[in-house]
């Protein structure tokens, strides 16, 4: 489960992590509200406006703006609310039709007391599943253009594996401190820093937190001025407070129409729609159609319980998705029998009416033999395979044709 900014900020908070920070506003008159309360606890007449939405490059899109006073407040405010936000990381990149803003940040000045004094960093925290520990990604070259620091100078970019027997070592955020060129004050609060933030991140069973930039300001303060935050959904029963910041405004209005049907699905972005029971086997049936000359188009596990109205269900899900050239239903009959699951998709089919992409049906397992039976004297446009190999090669078929 993703975060806004300003919920990951508030976890930081938690862990003693010194953040930037503000206020959310949805409305002209919160804003203007919250622009006052923040302003007069920094002292500063200077405030920042932040979109708040799931995707990062906010400012490269025109998300993110200074304000100097109450004038200019409501003229940014009223630019960003209700503004389609369009940066790479929304839907459909800058090219897209982008996001709606909902709600902004009115956040303090924190580039104190010269911004010529402040150094920004990045820092960020998720697992290697490959290594099996959680690294510690992070950089000098923090700001807006980390990715493009990334890619052209990557030896900028530092790493630490932190073993997950002994937890994070105090020797390891000293080595983080002075590989970002830090000493003094600077050195010891970046220290501390970056234990607190380890400590958010596996206390909370983060996926990953990301903070971009760490500001070091004039006073050698570390103050967290971003914070992009991912919860491992597993985990959420362990936090309902945190499951409370769920924002359904921010997922994929067919995967929210999915979990209403008990459907497990994933939006993706290819042309071969897959219908699969078990997500093992959605996985492996995601790598064949990649291995036909295909592309997923989502990932749809129907569960154990493949009956004619589930089945009508993720039709009409996959259906949605006007890139989908083909359908793989895959399923494995062993709760569930195969004859039970191949009349579901025939009743399915007339039910929906017309479809008009090919639909491949590969049913193996508890009375396979009956399914395809059934699905080849049905007189429908259904091909029907035995083994993957099999599904595989009618996929790659009907994309040439």
Request: with cysteine; net charge negative.
């Amino acid at each position: 489960m993703d975060l806004h900014e300003y919920q990951g900020k508030e976890i930081l908070s938690r862990f003693g992590v010194k953040i930037q920070r503000g206020v959310v506003a949805r409305s002209l008159a919160d804003a203007v509200e919250a622009y006052q309360k923040v302003t007069a606890d920094s002292g500063s007449p200077v405030a920042i406006v932040k979109a708040q939405l799931h995707a990062g490059g906010r400012g490269k899109g025109g998300g993110v703006k200074v304000v100097k006073n109450l004038d200019d407040l409501k003229e940014k405010v009223n630019t960003i609310l209700g503004m389609m936000l369009k940066t790479p990381q929304t839907p459909g990149g800058i090219d897209g039709p982008g996001k709606l803003v909902r709600q902004v940040l009115i956040a303090e000045d924190v580039y104190i007391p010269e911004y010529d004094q402040c150094k920004e960093l990045y820092l960020s925290i998720l697992t290697d599943r490959a290594k099996q520990c959680n690294v510690i990604i992070y950089s000098t070259e923090g700001g807006m253009d980390i990715e493009g620091v990334a890619e052209k100078t990557p030896h900028l970019v530092h790493t630490e594996f932190i073993d997950p027997a002994l937890g994070l070592q105090a020797f390891e955020g000293r080595k983080i401190a002075f590989n970002l060129g830090l000493s003094g004050t600077a050195l010891k609060n970046m220290t501390q820093f970056v234990s607190k933030v380890y400590k958010a991140f596996v206390e909370s069973d983060a996926t990953l937190l990301e903070i971009n930039p760490v500001l070091i300001n004039g006073n050698g303060e570390v103050v967290a001025v971003d914070c992009k935050a991912s919860m491992d959904d597993n985990a959420l029963y362990r936090h309902p407070d945190i499951e409370a910041m769920h924002d359904p405004f921010e997922d994929d209005a067919t995967e929210l129409e999915a979990k209403e049907f008990g459907l497990n699905y994933v939006n993706l972005d290819g042309d071969v729609g897959c219908m699969v029971n078990g997500a093992g086997l959605a996985m492996a049936t995601m790598d064949i159609i990649k291995l036909s000359g295909g592309s997923p188009a989502n990932f749809l596990d129907v569960g154990g319980t493949a009956d004619a109205k589930r089945v009508e269900n993720a039709f009409r899900i996959i259906l949605k998705d006007p890139s989908v050239k083909a359908i793989l239903i895959n399923i494995f009959g062993g709760i569930v029998r195969c004859d039970r699951v191949a009349q579901g998709i025939v009743d399915a089919y007339h039910s929906i009416g017309q479809i008009r992409v090919p639909i491949i049906v590969r049913l193996q397992g508890t009375n396979a033999d009956l399914a395809k039976k059934i699905i080849d004297e049905s007189g429908l446009d259904v091909k029907s395979a035995i083994l993957l190999q099999e599904a595989a090669d009618l996929v790659k078929a009907v994309l040439k044709t």
